[in-house]
């Protein structure tokens, strides 16, 4: 089992910075790919990030491209998300998530990913 607990969430103003955190504890950290997925009311969940075990690879969703990095630091057992020129449109619940790196290097499909953590709400007002 994995553990996944999301921190860094909170209310911006749209244009403004937030740094997401997710501690990952029982396993071994570098043996997972990590993701970031986001919701919102009433929306399916998406995928917003994700970041091989190394962390030499990573892959965004085009909604977010140029504005979000994703980063880890396997000393730490973290992965990282940091929002830069947020919109009202990136207001949802942010969820990190884990697959074992035996299965792919990095996916942006849900369905793939063995554990979740329980998110984290970020709100942009306009």
Excluded: H
Aim: hydrophobic letters at 35%.
């Amino acid at each position: 089992q994995v553990q996944l607990v999301e921190s860094g969430g909170g209310l911006v103003q749209a244009g403004g910075s937030l740094r997401l955190s997710c501690a990952a504890s029982g396993r071994t950290f570098s043996n997972y790919a990590m993701g970031w997925f986001r919701q919102a009311p009433g929306k399916e969940r998406e995928f917003v990030a994700a970041i091989s075990w190394s962390g030499g690879n990573t892959y965004y969703a085009d909604s977010v491209k140029g504005r979000f990095t994703i980063s880890r630091d396997n000393a730490k057992n973290t992965v990282y998300l940091q929002m830069n020129s947020l919109k009202p449109e990136d207001t949802a619940v942010y969820y990190c998530a884990a697959v074992l790196r035996t299965k792919v290097v990095l996916t942006t499909q849900k369905s793939q990913y063995d554990y979740w953590g329980q998110g984290t709400q970020v709100t942009v007002s306009s």
